[in-house]
């Protein structure tokens, strides 16, 4: 059996009730390419709805455009070059600097963390099993490095986190390295970590791997690892026009 996946049995983090709590369902919506502001509105609007109960909890999947961004509280010196005159934003989420482009599956959990779940440091060891475990379904044998975050294989790292959490809610999220152009990495010191590389899933199968494939694989790991009963997809269209994504930012 693949070490990343018969690792899920031994981890703490995915085990079922007492050691986590059991959530109903989850609502997925893949939404194709969305630039990064227009997901930051929609984040934003998401959470609000989330914290007053409107909605339930929810999976945001995408892509975006080039586009690097710096936590609250990161180094601008982390970007070393920009040749191609990438935008850059800062947001309100933990690390450093990262890329995000085509090719890159991008997931913002809005979830409502309640009982024992409410430890930020279990909700990031949580991400990270989701991911490997979906990895693991391309047979890429994927793991953690001790005092890092992220997902790696080696030296190399294949997926970012960097999360908000406001009242127990979460946002922002993950980024995971499907077909994207690393050569995007060469201008920036990825998450601040000196000499870090990065990798995707299409180097290391040498074969295509369609966002869909993968999106799909990582909403079946994730309501898995999170201990979700159901989930739900939900359409482009249906989640941009819910009325109350449109109250504004909270």
Same mark, same amino acid.
Request: one cysteine or more; a neutral charge; glycine letters at 10%.
């Given at each position: ?6 690792? #899920? ?16 369902? #989850?609502?997925v ?7 990064y502001?227009?997901a #930051?509105?929609?984040q ?8 007053g109960?409107a ?7 995408m892509e975006?455009?080039? =586009?690097?961004? /710096?936590?609250? *509280?990161?180094d601008?010196?982390? %970007? ?10 800062? =947001? ?8 995000? *482009?085509?090719?890159?599956l991008?997931g913002?959990p ?23 475990d979906? /990895? ?14 992220g997902?790696?294989l080696?030296?190399r790292k294949?997926?970012?986190i960097? =999360?908000g959490?406001? !009242?127990?809610v979460?946002w922002h ?8 152009? /690393?050569?995007?990495?060469?201008? %920036?010191?990825?998450?601040? %970590?000196?000499?870090c590389?990065?990798t995707?899933?299409?180097d /290391? ?5 369609s966002? !869909? ?9 994730f309501?898995r =690892? ?9 359409d482009?269209p249906?989640i941009l026009?819910?009325?109350?994504l ?5």
């Open positions: 059996m693949n070490r990343a996946r018969s690792s #899920l049995d031994k981890d703490p983090h995915l085990h079922p009730l007492p050691y986590r709590e059991r959530r109903q369902r #989850l609502a919506a893949e939404l194709g390419v969305v630039d502001d227009d #930051l509105t929609l934003t609007s998401t959470l609000a709805a989330r914290l109960d909605v339930g909890d929810t999976l945001l999947m975006h455009p080039h =586009v690097y961004t /710096l936590g609250r *509280g990161a601008e010196r982390f %970007i070393v070059g920009n040749p191609a005159g990438v935008p850059v934003r800062r =947001v309100s989420r933990g690390g450093q600097v990262t890329y995000h *482009g085509p090719g890159q991008i913002y809005i979830l409502k963390l309640e009982g024992r779940d409410r430890d930020v440091t279990k909700y990031l060891r949580m991400l990270e099993a989701a991911m490997i979906s /990895l693991a379904k391309f047979s890429i044998d994927a793991g953690r490095r001790d005092g890092m975050t997902v790696w080696g030296g294949i997926a970012s960097g =999360v959490i406001r !009242r127990w979460t999220g993950f980024a995971l390295n499907v077909s994207t152009d /690393l050569s995007y990495f060469d201008s %920036i010191v990825p998450c601040g %970590i000196d000499g590389r990065m995707s899933v299409c /290391l199968t040498n074969r295509a791997v966002m !869909r494939e993968l999106a799909g694989a990582m909403s079946e790991s309501a =690892v999170f201990g979700y009963d159901e989930t739900v997809s939900v482009a249906e026009r819910t009325p109350q449109m109250a504004g930012d909270g």
